[in-house]
């Protein structure tokens, strides 16, 4: 069974895509699927002014906003992908990173890219 996962706790999706979609496999099995997130305040539908810091936290309030629409935490979280602008910011990103896993991070990717939607860093 496939379900969208759409909360106002988290910026709307700026394309044609969900925030998330819950799959259920069999039986209990759940899991999330979600798509990326940008340091986009839902309040006020415009990325947020920072440093890659800055907007890594943001990013982290608007994950945890869609998980927790369906009963999810960070700790649930298998596998993570990142995206920075430039890889000078994977330091900072990092430090902000490490204090939402502190124990049993997940699987990651980082990866640098020439861009990302709204001029966002991360």
């Known amino acids: ?9 988290a910026p709307k999706a700026i394309g044609p895509y969900s925030q998330a979609i819950e799959y259920s496999v069999s039986g209990p099995i759940r899991m999330i ?12 539908g415009k990325l947020i002014q920072g440093d890659v810091a800055v907007q890594t936290t943001r990013v ?3 994950l945890v906003a869609v998980l927790a629409a369906r009963g999810f935490h960070l700790t649930d979280v ?5 995206y920075l602008t430039d ?13 939402h896993f502190p124990a049993h991070p997940p699987a990651r990717s980082t990866v640098a890219v020439s861009g990302l939607p709204a001029g966002a860093l991360v």
């Open 78 to 82: 298998v596998k993570a992908t990142v």
């Open 60 to 62: 982290f309030q608007n």
């Open 1 to 9: 069974m496939r379900k969208m996962i759409q909360t106002d706790e």
């Open 33 to 44: 699927y979600s798509s990326g997130q940008v340091a986009i305040d839902p309040a006020i």
């Open 87 to 99: 890889m000078a910011h994977f330091a900072a990103m990092n430090e902000v990173y490490a204090t």
